[in-house]
């Protein structure tokens, strides 16, 4: 997966969390070229919260677990630099206090397939809907997509609309998660 200019290519990563009870917490990320090509992949091991992280860490242990756990080792991997990181998974834009790029929510298509589960609770963010969505998340338009970023860091709207408006970004934004989730369904088992 490996091309003679992929340190020079524009690339975005695309990281998930499944949750496979009882393994659970798998991790990927899977960076891409603006064609869509696969550049790089990692996937982690099962994290799993122990009975005394699940008390000390309450509320805070979801966007610990899948931001600064699993987003902190995927991005520590990662040889390929990426414009951004594109996710699926609400707890995973805690992960930004720790990229150097940005971290949006690309919520699932409304004609996906795939239902949301807990790892990956979708807001709907179109004008009928924005009070749906938590107030720790700013939503905004990007080319076709609504997407988000952690109001912490709203800067990153700013940042995100200027790297669409310079690159052609032509990308399925929901698609590349379907490649992850089956990738970690191979890798571990599972699913099956």
Wanted: glycine share 6%; hydrophobic share 40%.
């Amino acid at each position: 997966m490996s091309s003679r200019n992929e340190k020079t290519v524009p690339t975005l990563g695309f990281l998930t969390v499944v949750e496979h009870t009882p393994g659970g917490l798998f991790g990927g990320l899977l960076v891409l070229n603006l064609a869509g090509r696969p550049l790089e992949f990692h996937c982690t091991a099962p994290v799993k919260a122990n009975r005394a992280q699940e008390i000390l860490y309450g509320p805070t242990l979801k966007p610990y677990l899948y931001g600064e756990q699993i987003g902190g080792a995927l991005l520590a991997k990662l040889k390929t630099p990426t414009l951004a990181i594109c996710t699926d998974t609400e707890h995973v834009l805690s992960l930004r206090e720790h990229a150097d790029v940005p971290v949006m929510l690309v919520p699932p298509a409304c004609t996906s397939e795939v239902a949301p589960t807990d790892a990956s609770i979708s807001y709907r963010m179109d004008a009928a809907h924005v009070a749906v969505a938590p107030p720790h998340i700013r939503s905004f338009q990007l080319g076709s997509y609504e997407v988000a970023v952690s109001s912490q860091h709203e800067a990153d709207t700013q940042l995100l609309t200027d790297l669409w408006q310079q690159r052609t970004i032509d990308l399925d934004l929901n698609e590349p998660f379907t490649r992850i989730r089956e990738a970690i369904e191979e890798a571990h088992g599972v699913g099956k």
